[in-house]
């Protein structure tokens, strides 16, 4: 996550992270920079380096403060030279923090290695024993499910974090930092509740806040409620005398509180009794009957960074003693945003396991004891992706990620489950030879933007991608290094389940049409020269103008103004009727190769515009005077 709120002020769990230092290790600054990395302002290396810290501690606080904020490229930086100090003496969890960040920057072949090397030297680890050596796992989550569709919610989130909705009656409650409203302590806006309708059909209502009186110069997230709507349970920085309680190290811990909503206002805050100051609770999902809560914590007995937890609520309004769901579920690295469906299937995020990169959403139907299921492409991806509800009423729900191209640091975006889907098959080829083009990546994109379907083109150029019956109107877009972005306009019935031949096609970056562009140069073609005192088409030269006429056939949109020059040799004058009889006749080839006149012009410069020193007077080879006899294709408006 990439939340750039208020969450600078919290331990770990607004922003799912914890410290993950080993255990034994001294309580000090250097050993807990993580707990700190949201406090304040991002240090430098200089900073650190004048503390009197030695190079591994400064590459691991800097190393760590990039990791919780989601900054991997960065990250995977700092891990690569504390890895290069002395790999051998390095905690191993290092080794496994710098696996992930190259996974999130989709390093995968050497994130493969650095797993290979942690599980190595931490054979008994839970992220160990659960990694698939076998490297193609990668491959099958990125292949996009038929499962389900996702959708910003781009009414709906801001330019700050958005994120950990929940449902409530026929509302959307979900945290954010959109307020900028700031503290003494931090001048990082801090996190307030708000809601939205949530329409079966239609647009989502104007977020407003929820509810008001709630709303306190602390951090408030993660919210669940009861069936009836009378209840709420939510996360909060611990919190007295209208202020942050705060440790001796200045850490705010995170608590659960409950609420009762009575005479039209929530109120009657509780504090939990299984909170405490030396830990955190947080994130909070209540079971169907509202007998069960599930949360995310760091409190003794945890696995890792934080783990999942449940607690029983009694009849008379009493809780038992919180039980972590153990290592079938937890590992030791961070399990949090829990949330439990009507039908008792647990949803959780994690990057403990193997994913994407960064946090993965996974899901364990706990009812028939089935297995850890990563969710996989399109509700995972390569960045941080957490906080899933979902109503099996309706099969649908939502979760936040920090995924490229969203409004905000994190967006919520709305995920459906499919009923059936049309395939499409074709390929993707360059505009120029027609060749199909290997290993693109092939996207079915909606009328709003949003994402419906994934593919990548195979070794031959060809692919297959499926897509929703529900959506008529899309595009088919590719896109490969080197080449624009190509697209392909599609219109299907609903009788429609197998479409063919759909052909995308790709321009090469480097002949884009760019106005006062020389197609000679852009083509990379020879150049279009004359003989001394002749205007007509040398053999050579009909190669090369064929290309001119096959790329502008290609690109109908496409105008160019033919400009011919000649040497500095003979009288200006006649060196101007010259070069402009060059034009004409160049004009007329192409003309006559189907091009149609208003998109071709010539003029001729004479010796106007010489490309060397051969001015007249100046004694000059044959060769010289040669590259002035020229003609050039500039693209025009």
């Not at 290309?547 to 060196?575: C, F, L, Q």
Request: hydrophobic share 30%; proline share 3%; glycine share 6%.
């Amino acid at each position: 996550m990439k939340i750039k709120t208020s969450i600078i002020l919290l331990s770990f769990l607004f922003v799912a992270t914890l410290c993950s230092a080993q255990k034994g290790n001294k309580n000090s600054v250097a050993d807990n920079f993580e707990h700190y990395a949201y406090m304040g302002n991002e240090s430098t290396y200089e900073e650190l380096s004048e503390k009197g810290m030695s190079d591994e501690e400064i590459c691991k606080n800097l190393g760590n403060a990039a990791y919780l904020k989601a900054k991997y490229d960065e990250a995977s930086y700092w891990y690569a030279k504390l890895l290069e100090l002395n790999s051998k003496t390095i905690e191993a969890d290092y080794m496994y923090r710098y696996a992930q960040s190259l996974k999130s920057i989709k390093n995968y072949k050497d994130s493969n290695l650095w797993m290979k090397k942690f599980k190595k030297a931490k054979k008994n680890d839970v992220r160990a024993l659960n990694y698939d050596m076998d490297e193609s796992y990668i491959d099958d989550l990125m292949i996009a499910s038929s499962e389900y569709t996702i959708e910003n919610l781009a009414s709906v989130n801001s330019k700050e974090s958005d994120f950990a909705p929940s449902f409530y009656n026929e509302f959307l409650v979900f945290s954010t930092g959109r307020d900028l409203e700031t503290t003494s302590r931090s001048s990082t806006s801090y996190l307030n509740l708000y809601k939205t309708t949530r329409p079966e059909k239609g647009a989502y209502s104007t977020a407003t806040a929820f509810p008001e009186e709630l709303k306190s110069v602390a951090n408030e997230s993660s919210t669940t409620f009861s069936k009836d709507g009378n209840t709420m349970y939510f996360t909060r920085n611990n919190y007295k005398k209208r202020s942050f309680n705060r440790d001796k190290n200045g850490i705010s811990r995170l608590k659960i509180y409950k609420s009762t909503f009575k005479d039209g206002k929530w109120g009657n805050i509780e504090d939990l009794p299984f909170n405490s100051e030396l830990y955190s609770v947080a994130h909070p999902t209540l079971n169907k009957e509202s007998t069960k809560l599930y949360f995310s914590s760091d409190m003794p007995g945890t696995l890792g960074a934080s783990d999942i937890f449940m607690v029983d609520i009694h009849a008379d309004g009493s809780y038992g003693i919180p039980q972590n769901l153990g290592s079938k579920i937890n590992t030791e690295s961070k399990e949090t945003f829990p949330f439990i469906s009507d039908s008792d299937v647990l949803y959780f995020a994690s990057d403990g396991r193997p994913g994407l990169g960064g946090l993965d959403i996974f899901s364990i139907d706990l009812k028939n004891q089935g297995k850890v299921k990563n969710l996989g492409n399109p509700i995972n991806s390569p960045n941080d992706d957490f906080s899933l509800i979902f109503d099996e009423e309706t099969s649908s729900g939502f979760f936040a990620s920090n995924r490229t191209g969203g409004v905000g640091s994190d967006d919520i975006y709305a995920l459906k489950t499919i009923d059936c889907m049309v395939s499409i098959t074709g390929n993707a080829v360059d505009k120029d030879s027609e060749k199909t083009l290997p290993f693109a990546t092939i996207n079915a994109r909606n009328t709003s933007g949003g994402n419906v379907g994934e593919a990548q083109t195979d070794a031959q150029g060809n692919y297959t991608i499926e897509i929703p019956c529900q959506e008529s109107q899309y595009s088919i877009v590719a896109n490969l290094d080197g080449y624009e972005e190509g697209s392909l306009f599609m219109i299907t019935t609903p009788d429609e389940k197998n479409i063919k031949n759909a052909r995308v096609v790709l321009e090469e970056s480097s002949k884009v049409a760019v106005i006062g562009a020389d197609l000679v140069k852009v083509l990379k073609l020879a150049p279009i020269y004359f003989d001394l005192n002749s205007s007509y088409l040398r053999n050579d030269a009909f190669e090369n103008l064929d290309k001119v006429v096959a790329y502008m056939k290609k690109r109908p949109e496409v105008k160019v103004e033919i400009g011919s020059h000649t040497d500095s040799r003979e009288e200006d004058g006649y060196n101007l009727w010259l070069s402009d009889r060059r034009a004409k006749r160049t004009v007329a080839y192409i003309i006559s190769n189907g091009i149609a006149s208003s998109r071709i012009t010539g003029k001729g410069y004479g010796e106007t515009e010489l490309i060397n020193k051969c001015a007249n007077g100046v004694i000059c080879s044959d060769r010289d005077h040669q590259l002035n006899r020229r003609s050039e294709f500039i693209l025009i408006d």
